[in-house]
């Protein structure tokens, strides 16, 4: 059974930078598009940014040249390298898989998922 592990949230003040990782067990990210997720208090989760290859990823509008997602095939994990926080980017931070033949784009509708780890950006 495939499982992911998210580490590296936290709190952190606005304009700061934190490296969330996600370590997958059970699968191989040559196989599987890896993605970050978010959901804040209220709202819906939504894609935050997707990797599928080393040269296909995809992140959304509004963490677009801020975030950067990158793997380590060897170590099996995804990083997303997050700079210049704002409070609007204070979430669950959730991890996801789907396998790529059934990948298209970076939705919430994937195969696995992590528990989550809580990012707070304050002002």
């Known amino acids: 059974q495939a499982q992911l592990v998210e580490s590296g949230g936290g709190l952190v003040q606005l304009g700061g930078s934190l490296t969330l990782s996600c370590a997958a067990s059970g699968l191989s990210l040559d196989d599987y598009a890896i993605g970050w997720f978010r959901q804040a208090p209220g709202k819906e989760r939504e894609g935050v940014s997707c990797v599928e290859s080393p040269f296909n990823t995809y992140y959304s509008d509004s963490v677009k040249g801020r975030f950067t997602i990158s793997r380590n095939v060897a170590k099996n994990t995804v990083y997303l390298q997050m700079d210049s926080l704002k409070p609007e980017d204070t979430a669950v931070y959730y991890c996801?898989?789907?396998?790529?033949?059934?990948?298209?784009?970076?939705?919430?509708?994937?195969?696995?998922w992590g528990k989550g780890t809580l990012v707070t950006v304050s002002s």
């Open positions: 996801g898989a789907r396998s790529s033949r059934r990948f298209r784009f970076c939705q919430p509708n994937m195969d696995y």
